[in-house]
């Protein structure tokens, strides 16, 4: 099982930045891709982006300008940059392994979360 622990958020003001981690407990290499999500208050959790095993990343459309997904892969660490913070990027932020399509069962192949990390924007 794939242990993911995030952090870096914290409470901002609109414009600031901030760059989250998420440590696994395991090489990256051993992983399909790392998915970031966002759960914003009495929302449901959204995908912001992900980066494959190769390290190609993809974001969406809404979350390109402002969000960057990059690794150490040294460190075994993904991480989520965010600048130019707004008050509805407030949510917790966290992280999936993505263990790959030879797992079949989704409940396995995306059920390795983190704790999540708090992130709150206001004005």
């Known amino acids: 099982q794939v242990q993911l622990v995030e952090s870096g958020g914290a409470s901002v003001h609109t414009g600031e930045s901030l760059r989250l981690s998420c440590t696994v407990s395991?090489?990256?290499?051993?992983?399909?891709?790392f998915g970031w999500y966002r759960q914003a208050p009495a929302d449901d959790r959204i995908l912001v982006g992900a980066?494959?095993?190769?390290?190609?990343?993809h974001l969406r459309p809404w979350a390109k300008g402002r969000f960057t997904i990059s690794r150490d892969t040294s460190k075994n660490i993904v991480y989520l940059q965010i600048n130019n913070l707004r008050p509805d990027d407030t949510g917790v932020y966290s992280c999936?392994?993505?263990?790959?399509?030879?797992?079949?069962?989704?409940?396995?192949?995306?059920?390795?979360w983190g704790q999540g990390t708090q992130v709150t924007v206001t004005s």
């Open positions: 999936n392994a993505d263990l790959g399509p030879e797992y079949k069962d989704t409940a396995v192949r995306f059920g390795s």
């Open positions: 395991v090489s990256l290499f051993r992983i399909y891709a």
């Open positions: 980066i494959e095993r190769d390290g190609t990343t």
